[in-house]
C-alpha cells in the first residue's frame, strides 16, 4: 500500500521559512516524479513545484521561483520543499503527489496517482 506523508506545516508571519517533508512508504521515488501543490479554501488545487528524480530536475510555478526550492534525499525516500520569504497568500493546504509517468506537465495534479493527506501552512501578515 502506498503512502505520502507530508510534514513541516505551521503557522508564520510573513518573510519567514518552513520546510515541508513528504515522506513515502510502499513507494520509491526512485526515478519517479514529485509534486508538490497548494489548496487554499474556494480555489483550485494549484502546482507550486515538482522534480523528477532520477534527474534532479525541478520546475516552479512562476509565484514561488526564487523563495520556494523542491529537493530529495534518495537515502530517506523523501522530498522536501523549503519555503522562504513566505507571503500571507502562500498560505494553503499543501500535498505532494507522485507517479512514474507524468512528465511534461508536472505541476498539474491531474497527472499524479498517489497523494498525501496535507499539511496546513499559515502565513500572517
Known amino acids: 500500500q502506498v503512502q505520502l506523508v507530508e510534514s513541516g506545516g505551521g503557522s508564520v508571519q510573513a518573510g519567514g521559512s518552513l520546510r515541508l517533508s513528504c515522506a513515502a512508504f510502499?513507494?520509491?521515488?526512485?526515478?519517479?516524479?514529485v509534486g508538490w501543490f497548494r489548496q487554499a479554501p474556494g480555489k483550485e488545487r494549484e502546482g507550486v513545484a515538482c522534480?523528477?528524480?532520477?534527474?534532479?530536475?525541478?520546475t516552479y510555478a512562476d509565484s514561488v521561483k526564487g523563495r520556494f526550492t523542491i529537493s530529495q534525499d534518495n537515502a530517506k525516500n523523501t522530498v522536501y520543499l523549503q519555503m522562504n520569504s513566505l507571503k500571507p497568500e502562500d498560505t494553503a493546504m499543501y500535498y505532494c503527489?507522485?507517479?512514474?509517468?507524468?512528465?511534461?506537465?508536472?505541476?498539474?495534479?491531474?497527472?499524479?496517482?498517489?497523494w498525501g493527506q496535507g499539511t496546513q501552512v499559515t502565513v500572517s501578515s
Open positions: 503527489a507522485a507517479d512514474w509517468r507524468v512528465g511534461v506537465g508536472c505541476l498539474f495534479p491531474d497527472v499524479y496517482k498517489y
Open positions: 522534480i523528477y528524480t532520477a534527474g534532479d530536475i525541478t
Open positions: 510502499g513507494y520509491s521515488y526512485s526515478g519517479s516524479w
